[in-house]
């Protein structure tokens, strides 16, 4: 489980965020463990995670390992919110654990850290299903029968893009977990708003937990949500809400380790009824122009190498190894430049939604007209969002971290840069013209 970035809560003192925290006992009583002896509490929601999942480490002054007992099979209730409270409810998955800090008495000041996971989280990662769906049973239709009847999920839970393809043949899912299976089904699918796959299947707090089934290029097209408040940097003079300054930010850049399926490759199966071999070559730009972008410049220039990346699958059609060769490149592409930002929390952000970063340029005292910095300002989508809970002067501090994609240039220079069809750009109204600082040949 990820480990939110520790920040430096001293220079800042956001009294912004309220949090109650009660923890149903055997279905009856109701422990509300006070703040001030709530030591740490966060939670993580991820578009690349099925579940959200979180801690929380406080001193048991009701007596819950007397009282309780605890099993394991209580609930946790988190309310938090600035503008509005937003209740969410967990189960708690590990009692990680049971620590002693009085030296006068056994059962005082014990400290209890615990695991907690969302409602879904048990049946998507330990129940185990063999299920077979009759053939041409589209793919999202197959995930949506799991969501409803193997976890529990409603209609009004389910955020799904539909897609347009099925198996020609009965899909036979193994002894596996309902993710696994999630995971299976969506990479061959053909969203039929994008005409691409990529699909990701994750839990956020949008209107309380919603489960989404969208793919990449859905988040970062125009029709997702984009926060109406831009984000600036906590020294930009404006009249921009609180909410939305940029405390402290770091960045991860390219990582070539993980660039092998975006350099493209061969990528082959062997239809197991026909043994007949289909072998289908990809390249890097095939994947850039079929991408949609929050930018008009690809993150990287043409980087293709039909030899970087060998993959043998059992795909019975070349349609179903073509989404699983954009799928592979997809999420191999949009990973490669992520953003780090830790700001004042607020209910309304959650995993998979944009936002727009007002991002000063170098020269940006040389003109009077704000200028902005060529490659990083613009849209970016919400990978993931750290919900921190900590003491404030007798108060509970509400931040968070957010970790953020950016797969596009918006107003780069580069030659070298593959430029992004306009169909496929998301983009923002361009910065201010400047002559470049570069000095061309």
Not at 288 to 303: A, E, R
Not at 304 to 310: A, L, M, T
């Amino acid at each position: 489980m990820a480990t939110p970035q520790s920040f430096d809560d001293g220079r800042k003192n956001p009294l912004t965020g309220q949090l109650s925290v009660k923890i149903v006992v055997d279905r009856k009583a109701v422990g509300i463990i006070p703040s001030q002896y709530i030591q740490e509490c966060y939670f993580v929601e991820d578009i690349f995670e099925s579940c959200i999942t979180g801690k929380i480490v406080f001193t048991d002054t009701m007596g819950l390992l007397e009282n309780g007992p605890l099993t394991g099979d209580e609930r946790i209730t988190l309310t938090y919110g600035v503008d509005d409270n937003r209740e969410v409810n967990f189960y708690i998955w590990q009692i990680k654990k049971i620590v002693q800090t009085s030296t006068t008495a056994p059962t005082d000041d014990v400290i209890l850290e615990i695991i907690f996971v969302d409602e879904s989280y048990y049946a998507m990662h330990a129940r185990a299903i063999s299920y077979s769906f009759p053939a041409e049973t589209k793919y999202t239709a197959a995930v949506k029968y799991l969501y409803k009847n193997m976890v529990g999920f409603k209609d009004t839970d389910l955020n799904i893009e539909a897609c347009t393809n099925f198996h020609n043949d009965p899909i036979a899912l193994p002894y596996w977990t309902v993710t696994e299976c999630t995971r299976f089904l969506l990479r061959r699918a053909k969203s039929a708003k994008t005409a691409s796959s990529g699909y990701l299947s994750y839990n956020n707090t949008d209107e309380g937990f919603k489960a989404n089934i969208r793919t990449l290029n859905w988040l970062f097209s125009s029709n997702n949500k984009i926060d109406a408040i831009p984000y600036i940097f906590e020294n930009t003079k404006t009249d921009v809400k609180d909410n939305n300054k940029i405390w402290e930010w770091w960045a991860q850049g390219v990582d070539k380790s993980t660039m092998k399926p975006a350099r493209g490759g061969k990528w082959r199966a062997v239809n197991t009824g026909t043994k007949k071999l289909i072998e289908i070559p990809y390249t890097y730009g095939t994947g850039v122009i079929n991408t949609t972008t929050v930018g008009t410049k690809s993150l990287l220039p043409d980087i293709s190498d039909n030899n970087s990346y060998q993959r043998l699958t059992g795909e019975q059609t070349e349609d179903d190894l073509k989404m699983v060769i954009y799928d592979e490149w997809a999420k191999s592409y949009n990973t490669q430049m992520i953003f780090n930002f830790v700001l004042p929390g607020h209910e309304k952000r959650f995993a998979g939604q944009q936002i727009e970063v007002k991002w000063p340029s170098i020269t940006r005292n040389e003109l009077s007209a704000p200028v902005y910095h060529k490659q990083f300002n613009g849209k970016f989508v919400i990978k993931s969002v750290t919900h921190t809970f900590g003491q404030g002067q007798g108060n509970i501090n509400y931040m968070q971290r957010l970790v953020l994609l950016k797969n596009g240039y918006q107003a780069a220079e580069s030659e070298k840069l593959i430029n992004i069809p306009k169909d496929r750009q998301n983009i923002s109204e361009l910065p201010t013209k400047r002559e470049s600082r570069l000095v061309k040949k």
